[in-house]
């Protein structure tokens, strides 16, 4: 992966979500920039700045959450000549034996570089619906807690 040219934002979506799935990290920093200007923001997280800290986060990530899977809704798409930005809804299913499904929204904003689309900017945040379902299951699962991204 980390030599591949995404051709299309749309290609460099698909290689994001596939990494997080498979929770390979050296995937996921293959499809990110390596400028240090790149921004990361989890749901309920702080801004993550360059690609030491937002490696850094996704390792943690990968570490500590449960299998996740994910089928991505996109809402709307704008290009132009370099830059492309996704805004998403990720449905993400969690878990294998209780399974867990909520949304989240994202905003995934990719550059064209020499080497192919990488994104620059991940922005996720929980839908109302999310937080009330991830609060509910907490109430009567004592699996303990997890991130989500």
């Known amino acids: 992966m980390k030599d591949a040219n995404l051709e299309t934002s749309t290609q460099a ?3 994001f979500y596939a990494a997080f799935e498979s929770a390979d990290l050296e995937a996921m920093m293959a499809v990110w920039s390596t400028d240090d200007n790149i921004v990361c923001i989890h749901p309920h997280g702080p801004r993550l700045t360059g690609p030491v800290e937002i490696r850094d986060s996704w390792r943690q990530i990968m570490a500590n959450s449960p299998r996740m899977c994910f089928r991505v809704d996109e809402l709307n798409l704008v290009r132009s000549e370099g830059l492309a930005i996704h805004f998403v809804n990720e449905h993400i299913h969690v878990g294998s034996s209780v ?5 989240i929204l994202a905003t995934n904003v990719y550059r ?3 080497e192919g689309w990488r994104i620059i900017l991940h922005h996720a ?3 109302p619906e999310s937080i009330r379902n991830i609060i509910d299951s907490s109430e009567t699962d004592s699996s303990g ?3 989500v991204h």
């Open 145 to 147: 807690d997890f991130t």
């Open 13 to 15: 979506e698909t290689a």
């Open 112 to 114: 064209r570089t020499s």
């Open 125 to 127: 945040s929980p839908t």
């Open 99 to 103: 399974a867990q499904e909520f949304t």
